[in-house]
């Protein structure tokens, strides 16, 4: 380490804080916090090792700052982001690339010199009257195969407080690590407040640095774009493990109760706001993890842990016939940071679909809120963000998988592809082996946008393994690892896809929310091939027999012969179209498909036209 950087150290810390850092031998974190130390100039610094106290410390900070305020329930409290600033900047997220480099074009970037020296220049003196926290914590169960060391550096005690309720202390994990430079490193400052929230808006970026595994965030507070452990490191893990020979996948892990006491693992890749939490919490059932998982390949087995261990939840729509679980962890007392929402005058929480009696006022994200309020344009203001979020602690669900904190993690035994789908998709189907499933599913999903809210049929978007907005790796690359992933594996997964927003021709939905209790349940006993399926052009389907007494045995309910034709018929036209789109994708707009790729969609294709010409557009699935 330099005297210089020593010299910063000595000077900005307290005492104690000073120990902390040295007590850990690395010069490279070192190096790093007097960096950023000397180039954000903050008013004074906080070491958080994973002492109670210093926990505490930072919960307190939270609510002194104002950046939180209480609640009426014991450990509630409520964090609003900037109007402007309530979901990932896309458009201003960017890999910092070297002028020569080949970097997939499709992946947003920005030469790398002129990068730093933009990302540098906002971040000059951007702490100052601040406290800057440093923050450790591990991505993946501690001292595991899977562990990855995080330091955050951020001047939000917001971010801080919200990072120890979703992920793992570090500090042990830097202790272990002997002095090495193999961790991630993230920083943020949330920039000049005004009225409590990021004022340069304008001057929101996040720019992530691959080769050096550190990501910059500035001006900005939504935690998609500043929790460096969640979408910021998924990027930089999705490289690393490319480099290293394992997945980074933008699914939930759950456990499925089977017969005998039996519990088998899925994963379950989703686009944003399609269902993956609401799967991974269904009653009855073991989660594990709602958004990312890390798989690798340990003695011939696909093994996944959860990268985090809390949820940052979409809150809109919760309510408590649909969501029972989530809906006694938010009206529990305990540690909850609801984020975007209404509080009331009773400084309770409401969101948009709490319940049908909406308050008359409260405070929301766009200040004080009352019925009919509206914004600059004319357009009513909703009582709540439709990404208004919570953020909680896995420990306070209650039925949280005993093997969340494993560090071997779990045994795949299924993987699930689900995406927004009113025309195309059947409600559950299997592949009919790993590269069908990886292709035909997984590197095939699409999700139409909420558009309908405008008045216009949904968008389809193409979004491979719900993954799209965080590959740091070429697309066709990244196919490429998920394909060749199970060469080692004996016995791979079954791959499923799931589809729960079908439709019929009136545009009413074709399923209830609690079907997906009786997909899970099918695909469980599939991986042991434990019941029948029917062969379809694209993949295999339920019996209806199985089904009827799976609805009987889990939801009490007559399933009838009509619901289960309009469900399962095959639509052939519009898997036809789904496979031109998602060709000219791959041929056009992806430069490194593997041909693979185009060999299985084409088979598929001639499946579905022989069945056509024998049996017409639309099969009826007790015609196989
Ligand atoms: C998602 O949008 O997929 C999320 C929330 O999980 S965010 O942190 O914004 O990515
Ligand atoms: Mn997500």
Redesign the pocket.
Known sequence: MNENNEQILKQKLRKEDYTIIKNLNNVHLENFISDYIKLCNPSDVFVCDDSDERISFIRDEAVNTGEEKKLKMDGHTIHFDGIDDQ??DKANTKYLVEADENFDKNLNQIERNQGIEEIKGIMNNIMNGHRMYIMFFCLGPQNSKFSIPCVQITDSAYIAHSEILLYRQGYKEFKRMNGSNNFFKFVHSEGELENGVSKNIDKRRVYIDIKNNLVYSVNTQY??NT?GL??LAMRLAINKGSNEGWLTE?MFLMGVNGPNGRKTYFTGAFP?ACGKTSTSMIPGERIVGD?ISYLRVIDGKIRAVNVEKGI?GIIAGINQKDDPVLWQVLNSPGEIIFSNILVTENNEPFWEGKSDTIPEKGVNFSGEWFKGKKDASGKEIPVSHKNARFTASLDSVPNVDENLHNPAGVVVGGIIYGGRDSDTSVPVEESFDWVHGIITKGASLESETTAATLGKIGIRKFNPMSNLDFLSIPIGKYIKNNLDFVKDVENPPKIFSVNYFLKDNNGDYLNDKWDKRVWLKWMELRCYNEVDAIKTPTGLIPKYSDLKKLFKELLSSEYSEESYIKQFTIRIPEQLNKLDRIMDIYKNKVSDTPDILFNVLEEQKQRLEKFRNELGDYISPLQL
């Open positions: 979901a990932r935690g998609g929790l969640k979408k933008h944003s958004d940052f």
